[in-house]
């Protein structure tokens, strides 16, 4: 893995990390925050499909070896919600013939994100 890149705990994509949430569980302490601090730390993309994913499956809480608070289940929302990456405007094309190819739009969750 290149310098200054981390991989997403649910989609295990590999990115630089100022693209990626950080959730630190603080070292003296064990308090679990958000992009603060010095302990073990855990990556997610700023996806909701990640997000809904990771909380899940309680990859986050695996990662940093703690229970994870619902509440910063609420702050990652809200940050990724924030960031605009909660939805995407997809356009897929239908075509059954190259002539004649079809445009249609949807609002939905970005299909491939990762």
């Not at 630190?24 to 994913?53: E, F, K, W």
Request: net charge positive.
């Amino acid at each position: 893995m290149q310098p200054n890149y981390r991989r997403c705990v649910s989609c295990r994509k590999a990115t630089h990390r100022n693209e990626l949430l950080r959730v630190v569980r603080t070292h003296p302490t064990g308090v679990v925050q958000l992009n603060q601090g010095a302990g073990r730390s855990a990556y997610l993309c700023a996806h909701l499909d990640c997000l809904n994913s990771a909380h899940k499956k309680n990859r986050l809480g695996r990662s940093l070896k703690t229970s994870i608070p619902e509440d910063i289940y609420r702050q990652l929302e809200h940050t990724i919600e924030k960031s605009g990456h909660s939805q995407w405007k997809v356009k897929v094309f239908i075509s059954s013939k190259a002539d004649d190819a079809k445009e249609e739009f949807r609002t939905s969750a970005r299909l491939n994100h990762c």
